[in-house]
């Protein structure tokens, strides 16, 4: 009967094989019919075909000489067929209905055959029996062979995707800097899956310090690879899409294209090219859209740049060179390495936001430009350090005081970023209001001192302080006065100040050490140092001599070799101080510089006059006053020097102690002061109805620009500054004048 069986199979087969041509085209057709994926890729069909051929021809061959399933060598085009689904994510279970659709139809013909070669039904059930025993065992042994490869296939692109991804992770978002990051994005693209990948961000995630606005298109291009010129220069890629886009170029998407579909609704796509568009004709994907774009691109993906709930951009990437269309695998990997380039694109975008804020947040605190004054030429620097947000406690400030002096400040707080900066911009307001007071250097710095405790002990018992309570900074204050060229500094644990003399010797200031602010209890020194005119005075912060490279000793040598040379501008002097010693970009501390280059106020300008202290003095330094400004040629102001003059020295001689002085002091503005040995300070009051004295310092007030009281080592002076409006300014109406 086993005999009858197999001899009847192998006249069938015989039978059959002579109509091969008939039953491949048949097998084929029905194939593109039922499973359609098999055949949309040349490659894949080319392959589909091949494999038709010879399996229904290996097949037949089998049974018509009568070799077992397991002796029958599948197709050396199934395994490669196999791994090509597998790398165009096409679903397996496609290939293993295609064996099956295959195998029932060789089965109906071979039925056929069966049935015009004998009529004996039971020889032909037993024929039958036989034939799909042996059909389903050959179909199970070449798919286990099939099924192997593509998921060995599949295994490889899954541990490429996490490499890949895992790579991302490592190379994308190296810095805080939204250009390089977006670069990175679209060097890794297309080295790893892509031909042409670009990024856009919308503009508004530029210009605005919260979330982008969403609703709107433009865009900016900000990365690309390759770039334009090369594109351009690629005779095979020369039409690529957007590829014309500058760097850094505002641009906009056409309403209902696929970007902007992508920036309004936040989901991914993917879009291939099969050919010439057919008008109305459905995608051949579910998921596909026709892509219109230059005829080199054959397939796109178009994904949202997304993180933390709002859309930054889009990247765009194409394939013209490699084959392969994008498949939802591709898509996945994308998503995935967006999302990693999106975050780190936010983080980069609020830190320049935070360092923008940051930056603009110190500049304020910083003085704008230096006041008008005669003492000094000053040139100023600050470079914000290179970490954290950029910005620092250093500052520097060139105060203005009474009798035409100067003070010039250096400080430095300890720290980086805004809390420091919000300290740094604190301690410049206390200076200034301690400069206001006439303060001698060591006197302020221990007020300052008090002042930088007191922030500490607030910031140690503040629950929300970003710092650990401990404030500490150093400061040097120097008061220069041009009439006497004589310059008293104290330092709280600051660096040495530099000085160049008019003959161009460079020597560092020994100055007495004081402790660092914020220690308590400890006492400051000052020094006075006569300075000729045409003195370069270098004050600095320690991140200047302390630069990565070399030692401070280095560095004081560096500082004082270019300040040897570089003297005659002190703009350019300022640059070549920070080109010797500062590495290139920004440095790794804050640096404050202030040159200042000292100036005298020559004997034609001051004229002094001492005073007896009998109220018939009075009188006579009226006078002086008039005759002086006549030669000042200061006639408007002779009426208003002549009142405050009057009640200064009144008051002096009434209230104070000999021996009392009057000084006039012309340069910017008249200044007027009164000396005397006590130490009182006069306060203004308001004077009741029937009062006869209070009225004096009032009315001084209200005819000085500026006026206060400093203290010496002995005694006093009250000042008075007049300028050209002080002669227009109209008298209070006091009722008991």
Known sequence: MDLAEDRLLSRAAHELSLKADQLIHDVERRLRHEVPELWDEPDLARMAAENTTERIGGVLFALEHGIEPSRIAPPAIDVERARRLAQLGKPVSAMLRAFRLAQGLVLDRMLEELSLLTNDAELIGAATRRLVALGTEYVDH???????????????????????????????????????????????????????????????????????????SVVRRVAQRPEPEQVQGDTGRENLPETAIAPQQLHSYPEQSPPALALVTGRPSRHHRVGPPVPGSPPAHPDDQRFDGAPQIHSTMVVPLRARGATLGVAQFARNRNPDPYDDEDLFLAQEIAARAAVAVDNARRYTHARAAAIALQRSLLPQHTPAQSAVDVACRYLPAGSDVGVGGDWYDVIP????????????????????????????????????????????????????????VEASTDPEAQSSGDIGATCLYAVYDPVTGCCAMA???????????????????DLPAGPPLGLGGLPFEAAEFDLPEGSLLALYTDGLIEAPGHDVETGLTRLRSVLARHTSSLESACDAVLEALLPVGRPEDDVALLLARTRTLGAHQVVTWDLEADPASVAGARARVT???????????????????????????????????????????????????SSTTPHLRRARFFEEGGRGLLLVAQLAERWGTRHQREGKTVWAELTEKSADVPLLDFPAL
């Open 142 to 216: 070449t798919s286990e062979r099939s099924v192997e490869a593509f998921q060995d296939e599949r295994d490889r692109r899954l541990q490429w995707r996490l490499s890949v991804v895992n790579e991302a992770g490592m190379s994308v978002g190296t810095t805080l800097d939204i250009g390089r990051t977006t670069q990175e994005l679209a060097d890794l693209a297309v080295e790893r899956f892509a031909d042409v990948a670009t990024v856009d961000l919308l503009d508004s995630a530029f210009t605005a310090s919260g979330d982008p606005v969403t609703g709107t």
């Open 627 to 677: 005759e002086h400004l006549g030669v000042w040629g200061l006639e408007d102001l002779v009426f208003t020097a002549e009142l405050v003059v009057s009640e200064l020295v009144t008051n002096a001689i009434r209230y104070g102690r000999p021996p009392v002085r009057l000084r006039l002091i012309h340069d910017r503005t008249l200044m007027c002061e009164v000396s005397d040995g």
């Open 401 to 456: 005081l009474s009798g035409a002096r100067v003070a010039l400040v250096v400080g430095d707080v300890v720290g980086h970023g805004v809390p420091a900066a919000a300290t740094m911009g604190r301690l410049r307001t206390a200076v200034r209001t301690l400069a206001d007071i006439d303060l001698p250097p060591d006197e302020l710095l221990t007020h300052l001192d008090d002042v930088v405790e007191r922030l500490s």
């Open 491 to 509: 330092r709280a644990g600051h660096v040495l100040p530099a000085l160049v003399t008019p003959g161009g010797a460079v020597e560092t200031l």
